[in-house]
């Protein structure tokens, strides 16, 4: 099993949810955050005075967390169609890290595994 925590634009949720509905994505959690990344280099600093003493502003974006897990082999389908529904060829379109996911377990019935997702 593999976690996935997916960072996008708020205005690509509902796109990325239908996504992970197409998918039968059994669950996943949606968080705000703020961050920066790539797009704080699209700031022109070379039209702003620059005083010495005097740091560039940090600027952080909103965006949203999305955290679910999968089965390994649907980790590879399902991020090319998140990329495909998040981009808009911009800059802070939104990033994915892959992590590995020793167990589930459905406190319910206690099934562990792929089963439990």
């Not at 390994?72 to 998040?86: F, G, P, R, S, Y």
């Amino acid at each position: 099993m593999k976690g996935l925590i997916i960072y996008i634009r708020r205005e690509k949720l509902e796109a990325v949810q239908k996504v992970l509905h197409q998918r039968n994505v059994a669950g996943f959690s949606v968080e705000n955050a703020e961050g920066c990344g790539c797009q704080k280099s699209q700031i022109d600093l070379e039209n702003i005075p620059f005083f010495p003493t005097l740091e560039p502003e940090s600027h952080l974006t909103p965006k949203l967390r999305i955290y679910t897990v999968v089965p390994d082999e649907q980790v590879h389908t399902l991020i090319d169609d998140i990329c495909n529904a998040a981009a808009t060829a911009r800059f802070g379109d939104g990033k994915i890290f892959v992590t590995p996911v020793e167990d589930a377990i459905r406190i319910r019935t206690k099934e562990h595994g792929d089963i439990a997702l």
